[in-house]
């Protein structure tokens, strides 16, 4: 019988991704979930299921060894606000822009969207977005506006997006499944319903 993958502890898991100085995206991306799982695991909201840690522990880059990462619970105690690096990055003119309100890609820098952003900066920064609706990049009315903000703000994240959206999100709410619930996490999909039924009820 193979033998499991040792249960990794949420501070473990940030420990790879940031010592291989990829955004949480970009971990997703190779991990093969969605930004926000990775979210939840390094916040302790959700472990990662054993095929899932598996590929985390794959993907543990030379010069960290599994020992580091089980042992890194007390690793990231401190908050973005008072931990040094990331007060430091924290002052950069584009963190701050998202710190004020989640913004467009208009709004950053002409269109240059995440690219504004170092790759340190791109370990705090999350989007909302929409990557398979029907048509998209045919016509004004089928593309999708992403939204960048800094983790913890996906409320007005998603006041945001659905304000730039309204056309697609009232489409796609209309029906169960639809694009949302296939491609973003549940917690997330929960709270975009709720926030459009603000919307059209107040």
Do not use: C
């Not at 990794?8 to 898991?13: E, M, N, Q, R, V």
């Not at 619930?181 to 319903?193: F, I, K, Q």
């Amino acid at each position: 019988m193979p033998e499991s993958t040792p249960e990794l502890p949420s501070a473990g898991i940030r420990l790879i991704r940031e010592t291989r100085h990829e955004s949480r995206e970009e971990f997703a991306d190779l991990i093969g979930v969605a930004a926000a799982t990775v979210g939840n695991w390094e916040r302790g909201d959700q472990p990662p299921s054993e095929a899932n840690r598996k590929a985390i522990v794959d993907a543990i880059p030379a010069g960290l060894s599994l020992q580091e990462v089980l042992d890194a619970e007390d690793r990231f105690e401190d908050t973005p606000e008072t931990h040094m690096d990331e007060r430091r990055l924290f002052g950069s003119q584009w963190l701050q822009t998202l710190r004020e309100q989640p913004r467009i890609s208009d709004e950053l820098d002409g269109g240059r969207g995440v690219s504004v952003f170092s790759t340190n900066e791109r370990m705090f920064v999350e989007r909302l977005d929409l990557t398979s609706v029907e048509g998209a990049g045919q016509r004004d009315g089928d593309r999708v506006t992403t939204v960048y903000y800094l983790e913890g703000d996906e409320r007005r994240a998603l006041r945001r997006f659905i304000e730039e959206n309204q056309a697609i999100v009232r489409e796609q709410l209309s029906d169960a499944p639809n694009r949302f619930s296939h491609e973003w996490d549940e917690w997330l999909y929960g709270l975009l319903e709720e926030e459009w039924r603000f919307w059209i009820y107040g």
